[in-house]
């Protein structure tokens, strides 16, 4: 039996075999040095949802798989916040998705919680690691919470936004003049 290395280059090589005594040449064979077949690509898109007032509301995330593969092929995924917080604005989620052969698409969901409290719109995350039979091309999917809730206090004395302000008032009241007590801008979401 005889083992050989593989040269690191990748392309065609011919291996000889020659009589030990006379250097003739007793037989030959090609062989290639390659790659092998490129593994399937797999990508999430963005979501955006209207966050709603009560109860949750489903930002439903597409993970596809291109082309379809022969074999099995599962990836991990996990939520991660960006201006959007875990526990409070939507419910966080991981897990395994599996593909079996021919499958091209697997869905993610998270659950946004409704409220009624004025806000920004938000911003989350779907992050897809450890690929096992395919390479990631597009890792992370962006949720975006469009608030849907106006504020009924009257604008910041200070920045001029309508958001509500999160300070209560004090003993002596919100202070004459003045729609919002805050001294510190920071304190008005
Ligand atoms: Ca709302
Ligand atoms: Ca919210
Ligand atoms: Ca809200």
Same mark, same amino acid.
């Given at each position: ?11 065609? *090589?011919? /291996? ?14 090609? *062989?290639?040095?390659? #790659? ?6 797999? +990508?999430? =898109? ?7 007032? #009560? ?14 593969? #022969?074999?099995?092929? #599962? ?14 604005? *939507?419910?966080? =989620?991981?897990?395994? /998705? ?16 409704? %409220? ?21 091309? %597009? ?7 469009? =608030? %849907?809730?106006? +504020? ?38």
């Amino acid at each position: 039996m005889v083992t050989m290395t593989a040269p690191a280059a990748l392309g065609t *090589y011919e /291996l000889r075999l020659l009589a030990n005594d006379t250097f003739t040449l007793i037989g030959s064979c090609t *062989y290639q040095v390659g #790659t092998g077949p490129a593994l399937p690509l797999l +990508s999430i =898109n963005d979501v955006t949802v209207t966050e709603g007032n #009560t109860g949750t509301v489903s930002a439903i995330f597409n993970v596809t798989l291109s082309p379809a593969a #022969t074999g099995p092929v #599962t990836v991990s995924f996990a939520t991660a916040n960006g201006t959007a917080t875990a526990g409070s604005d *939507y419910v966080t =989620n991981s897990g395994t /998705l599996t593909f079996n052969a021919g499958d091209t698409v697997k869905t993610v969901t998270v659950l946004v919680n409704g %409220d009624t409290t004025p806000e920004a719109n938000e911003t989350f995350f779907v992050n897809l690691s450890a690929p096992a039979g395919a390479t990631i091309s %597009d890792s992370q999917g962006q949720g975006t919470i469009t =608030n %849907d809730d106006a +504020s009924t206090k009257g604008p910041h004395p200070r920045t001029g936004s309508r958001a509500t302000c999160r300070r209560r008032p004090t003993r002596r009241g919100w202070g004459p003049g003045s729609t919002c007590p805050c001294r510190d801008p920071r304190r008005w979401p």
